[in-house]
């Protein structure tokens, strides 16, 4: 499979488990819709809901105290929503597909006339080979490095590649990387002055360069907020900056937010490599 059809493939892979999950949540939502209406200042909501004999005709409901209903009318809206959007993508993925050209070296030297097929690769300053970049990266990826070795026996869960992490988030982040072929290295040393830091994951640019992706999983807990204020600061001190090399996944209480965890990877993690 070619470079750009890889790409296309864990885009359509992300969007069909999108369609997936709202689809349910939209078919267990109640039926009919949420109106309101503004009385004096304030709004009063009602459950529309069709009647079984004749499907046009609705009866309201009064519902301004009843959050629970409220909320899973919004939920559902808003799964409709989501829904058009991700169908609609669909639609043109599955359409761009059929239609993809990939950027394959080898292919476009052998349309070339003869005395450019007769010259060395390196008289192409311009070339650029996406799959040659991945194996690339790949290879850096698999080459030995210092990996952190604090409290080891807190790396108890294992990948499908057998690599051992801390957190169930981070297991996830490791195999959404396999799934999008995005080499990484796991809690790789580094060392800031007097002090040795392992970011979660580093990865490495288009130009070569180092980038890192921290995930914190407890920003609810004081201390854990102290000790990330703590390392960041480190991290400045080394020209490592958020708007930079440094990307953060926040959040609370080990909570797994996966929609927030693939935009991350998609938009500021695959477009770097």
């Known amino acids: 499979m070619g470079f750009l059809q890889l ?29 309101h209406h503004n009385r004096r200042g304030h709004y009063e909501y009602f459950h529309s809901v069709p009647t079984d004999d004749k499907p046009k005709k609705y009866i309201r409901k009064g ?10 009318l919004a939920d559902k809206e808003y799964s409709r929503r989501v829904l058009m959007i991700v169908r609609e993508n669909l639609r043109h993925l599955y359409s761009l597909k059929t239609k993809l050209v990939d950027i394959d070296v080898d292919q ?25 970049r991945r194996a690339q990266l ?27 992490v801390r957190s169930r988030a981070e297991l996830l982040i ?32 288009s130009q070569g360069e180092e980038f890192y992706m921290e995930y914190c999983g407890m920003m609810d807990d004081m201390g854990y907020v102290k000790r990330y204020l703590w390392k960041l600061d480190q991290y400045h001190r080394a020209g490592i900056f958020e708007w930079d090399n440094l990307i953060f996944i ?8 996966m929609d927030r965890i693939m935009r991350t990877i998609h938009h500021e993690v695959q477009p770097r490599l």
């Open 108 to 132: 476009i030297m052998c349309s070339m006339k003869s005395p450019y097929r007769t010259l060395p690769e390196d008289c192409f300053s311009v070339m650029k080979n996406p799959g040659t």
């Open 63 to 72: 519902i301004t105290r009843n959050r629970e209903i409220i909320a899973a």
């Open 174 to 205: 490791c195999e959404k990387c396999y799934e999008l072929d995005i080499p990484f290295r796991y809690e790789q040393v580094l060392r800031i002055g007097k002090y040795e830091l392992a970011p979660d994951f580093t990865f490495r640019d």
């Open 250 to 257: 926040f959040d609370r209480d080990n909570e797994i937010d």
């Open 7 to 35: 790409h296309i493939e864990s885009m359509l892979s992300y969007l069909e488990k999108l369609e997936q999950s709202y689809s349910i949540a939209f078919a267990n939502a109640p039926p009919g819709t949420l109106i």
């Open 138 to 164: 790949r290879q850096w990826a698999d080459e030995e490095y210092e990996m952190s070795d604090y409290m080891p026996e807190r790396k108890n869960k294992k990948t499908s590649r057998g690599l051992l």
